[in-house]
């Protein structure tokens, strides 16, 4: 295990200095990639490997030698995430450099369309704002009916305070008066009901534009 150990170690060491070469322009940068990968897949074999030899290792020891591993495998994930940071860096430069070239050798005639489509923000920016006044519109829309039912709420405050004075004046049985109270709670259900109907619609819509 000791051997093995050292020997990744070491590959560690030759893959670190190989990423201090890449930004040398004499070297070939490609070919110098290529040697990183493959000593970075190297290293990740001999983690494995050495998770097994762990168990061959007598207790006493098995902990210091487990730490030792965990470091190889910490700078392992280090230099694969600066691997995958180059490469990716790479790529946008090459891209902006092709869309750069195709601007500067795109020819135009006098009837040609001149409009390049090159900001793709500001089209979803204009999307959004549009999502966004419709969503005003909804809310002020909702706004407008709770409004409405509030005022239909009073309505019936009133009128039942009426009918109980009309019901007192006039003499009206106990039986009535409990089915006019009932039908007023009856009319209350439907309007707290409706409220929760509306306001479910203006968050399915609002939900609809902003996701």
């Known amino acids: 295990m000791e051997a093995l150990y050292f020997q990744t170690n070491s590959l560690i060491q030759e893959t670190q200095q190989c990423f201090q070469q890449l930004n040398n322009v004499r070297v070939d940068s490609v070919a110098l990639e290529d040697e990183i990968h493959t000593k970075l897949a190297t290293v990740n074999a001999n983690c494995d490997r050495l998770d097994v030899l762990l168990y061959k290792v007598p207790v006493a020891q098995r902990q210091n030698s487990k ?3 965990d470091q190889l495998k910490y700078d392992l994930r280090h230099l694969q995430a600066a691997l995958k940071l180059y490469q990716d860096k790479k790529a ?43 969503v005003d519109e909804m809310l002020w829309t909702g706004s407008n009916i709770i409004d409405g039912l ?38 209350k259900y439907v309007m707290i009901g409706g409220m929760a109907v509306t306001m479910l619609i203006i968050v399915l819509v609002i939900y609809y534009f902003l996701f």
């Open 150 to 187: 509030r005022n239909q709420r009073e309505t019936l405050k009133g009128a039942r305070k009426r009918i109980l004075d009309v019901g007192s004046t006039l003499g009206l049985s106990n039986q009535t008066m409990k089915m006019i109270e009932r039908r007023v709670v009856e009319d």
């Open 92 to 134: 946008r430069k090459e891209l902006e450099l092709s869309e750069r070239e195709n601007l500067l050798n795109k020819r135009f005639t006098a009837n040609s369309e001149t409009s390049i489509d090159i900001d793709y923000s500001l089209q979803h920016h204009n999307s959004m704002r549009n999502a966004h006044q419709g």
């Open 67 to 69: 730490m030792r591993v």
